[in-house]
C-alpha cells in the first residue's frame, strides 16, 4: 500500500464524503490506494501508530476547523517518527491563509480548493516525479461529468451505522460574508442521473438515511423535485420501510411546484435546515446575504402549518451591526414562526471568508485558534457575548432537545429571547455549568426557575412531570413535531466544509 486518505471525523457516525471522493478518482493509483478514518478525541499516538500499519509513503490529510488542532498533533508526531512519510493536506481549513497554519509549516504538500484531480495527479508525481516543487498547489476543478462519483464507496457497514452524506451540487451562487460559499460565485451541479442512479443504488443497499450537503437544494427546482420524486416513489412503494431525507434550503425561495411536492410527504420523512442567520435588513446589507423576509417568513409559516417536514432554523449571533436588542427581535419573530429547532449559533471567523472586511469598524475580536468564534464586536462585549454563547448551549438542552415540550411556552411566556436570557443567566449563576447537567438535575432547575417566577411549586412540578415523565417525547422539538433522528447537524457555518 502506497497511499493512505485519512481524516479525523467530529464522530463516528459522519462519514467523509471528501475522502471518498479523493479515493474514487485516484485513477491508475486507486489500487494501492486505501482509506482510515478516525474520530477526534482518539489518542494521538494511536492514530499516528494505526497510520504507519498501513506502512504509507503518501499520507493524504482531510482538514477541517474541528480537527485541525488534533490532526496538526498527528502531523507533528508523523513527520517525528517516519519524516520520510510524504504528507499532504487538503479540506477548507487548509485552503485559506495557508501559509501562516502550523499544520502547513509541518507538511510537505497542500492542495487548496477542489482535490478531485488535483489530488491523484500530485501522488502521481510524488511516486513517480518529476518531484513537485511548489509546495501549495492550487486545486484543478474539473468538469462535474468527469469527477467519479463516491456512493459505491460507502460500505455496508456505513450504511448500517452513520450517516450517507450526498451531494447533487457543489458551491452556492449567494455571498453571506461569514460563510465560504461565499467564494465560490455560482452552484454546479453534477448530471442528475447518474447522481438518481447512485441514490438507488444505496437505496438498495440498504440505506434509508440521505443526508444532502448541497448548500442550496431549492435553487433549481426542477433538478429538486426530481430528487423529491425519487424519494416519494420509494415511501409509496413502500411506506413500512421509510426513507429519510435531509436538505438545506434558503427561505425566501418556495414556488407552487415545490411547495406541492413537499406537501406529499408524510411526517418524519423530511428534515429542512434552513438559513435565516438574521431577520436585521441592514445586517444582511452588511454581509451581502440577499435574503427576502417577508417572503422567508411566509414560507416558514407554510412549512409549518401545511407539511410535515421537520424544521431546523439558522440563526447567527455575532453578525457585524447585530446588537442583542436586534438579535432578540429577530429570535422572537422566527420563535412565533413556530419551527420545531431554532439552531443558535455564534458567528466564527472561517478562514477565507470575506467578513473580516468588517473587523476594524465592527471591532470584531475572534479566538485565536479554532474554531475561531467571535469573543466580542463593537457592539456587543465579552462578558455579554459569553452570556449569548450560554444561552445558546442551554437552548439546546431544554428547547432543541426536545425534553421540555410542555414546559418551554411558560418558560418563554411572551418574550422567548428576554425570558430563556433571564433563565440562562440565573442557571448559570446557579450551577456555574453549561455541559453535563443531568436531566433530572436540569428539569429540577427549570421548576425552581419557575418557582423564583411565581409559580406555585406543586403546579411548576407537575408541568416538569408532564415533559419528564416522557408524554412529550414524540414532539421532540420546541413545540412538537416529528422525531428527526439525525438532527445534531453542526451549525450551518461549519456544516459547508463539511464535503
Ligand atoms: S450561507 Fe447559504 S446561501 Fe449564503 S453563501 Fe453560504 S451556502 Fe450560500
New binding site residues.
Partial sequence: MTILLTTLNARYTHASLGLRYLLANMGELREQTRLQEFVIGAKTTEIVERILAHAPRIVGFGIYIWNVEETTRVVAMLKRVAPDVVVVLGGPEVSHESNEQEIVKLADYVITGWGDVTFPKLCGEILHGPKPLMKIHAGVQPPMDQIKLPYSLYSDSDIKNRTIYVEASRG?P???E?????LDKTAWPFPLDDFLAEMESLYARGARLFKFVD??FNLNIKTSLKIMQFFLDKLEAHPDDPVYAHF?L?PDHLPDALKEGISKFPAGALQFEI?I?SFNPAVQTLVS?KQDNHKAADNIRWLTQHSHAHMHVDLIAGLPGETVDSFAEGFNKLWALNPHEIQFGILKRLRGTPIIRHTQEYGLTFEPYAPYTILANRDIDFATMQRLVRFARYWDLVANSGRFGNTLPVLLGDDAFGQFMAFSDWLYASTDATHRIALDRLAAMVSRWLQTRGMDKTEADALLASDYAGRNESGSRLKGGAAGGETAAPS?QAR?LAA
Fill in positions: 452556492c449567494f455571498k453571506c461569514f460563510c465560504l460559499s461565499a448548500r442550496t438545506e434558503v438559513g442567520q446575504r450551518r459547508h
